[in-house]
């Protein structure tokens, strides 16, 4: 079965604290992994796209990679600003050519000034 | 410009009523998504429409009812509201139908059956 898991359920850092979260997969043939970024009362807001094991992403503080299980989202440096609920989804097979995205319960980051 | 928008944000009904959620997206996208997210955060897909063509139908009960009027519209209406349907609502588009383009969302209407 199609599966995602993200670790650690909830983090907290101090400002400036560089730490990772985990999103480990199980799917028949991964067709893409994404990672959402979600605030409080909001819809989830894109981040990033990973097709194959050795990619890596980066968008300002956060830096994405995908092994052939899990993925990492890096935070380096974090600040207040970057508290936030963060999902990580990957395309699995629904039927014929339809894909679906099938998401992990998220990571619920705060970081602390 | 707000690219996904739903209507409405908040819905506090009572047990047995029906009820509409409504969802627009001006990004030009052909396929449009459903999902629920639950107390604990977790999303899950409902639906998916593509061109007015439903494609992909999740196990939802029946009291849900999907309709797409046009490709930039899609409505979602619940019968007879059971305080489980508690949850916030999604809408979603993105730009193909096999659904490996990045699907962008709407903010959400937050439904609470009493």
């Known amino acids: 079965e199609d599966q995602v898991t993200q670790s650690p359920e909830a983090l907290r850092l101090q400002e400036g604290e560089s730490s990772s979260l985990n999103c480990s997969y199980t799917?028949?043939?991964?067709?893409?992994l994404f990672w959402y970024r979600q605030d409080p009362g909001k819809g989830p807001e894109f981040l990033f796209t990973l097709y194959s094991a050795g990619e890596e992403k980066e968008k300002e503080r956060l830096k994405a990679t995908l092994t052939k299980k899990e993925s990492f989202l890096h935070i380096t440096a974090p600040k207040p600003e970057d508290s936030a609920t963060y999902l990580c989804a990957v395309q699995a097979h629904y039927g014929g050519a339809t894909n679906k995205l099938i998401f992990g319960t998220g990571t619920l980051l705060a970081v602390q000034p | 410009d707000t690219a996904v928008s739903q209507t409405p944000k908040y819905l506090v009904t009572q047990m047995g009523n029906d009820k509409s959620i409504k969802c627009e997206q001006n990004l030009g996208h052909d396929t449009m998504y459903w999902y629920k997210q639950d107390s604990k955060k977790f999303l899950k897909i409902m639906f998916s429409?593509?061109?007015?063509?439903?494609?992909i139908n999740e196990t939802v009960p029946n009291r849900f009812s999907p309709k797409s009027p046009d490709k930039a519209h899609l409505n979602l209406h619940i019968n007879s509201l059971e305080l489980g349907d508690s949850a916030v609502y999604f809408c979603?588009?993105?730009?193909?139908?096999?659904?490996?383009?990045?699907?962008?969302f709407g903010p959400g209407t937050r439904l609470l059956v009493l």
């Open positions: 429409y593509n061109n007015k063509e439903l494609i």
């Open positions: 979603a588009s993105s730009q193909d139908i096999a659904g490996l383009k990045t699907q962008y």
């Open positions: 799917v028949s043939g991964l067709r893409g």
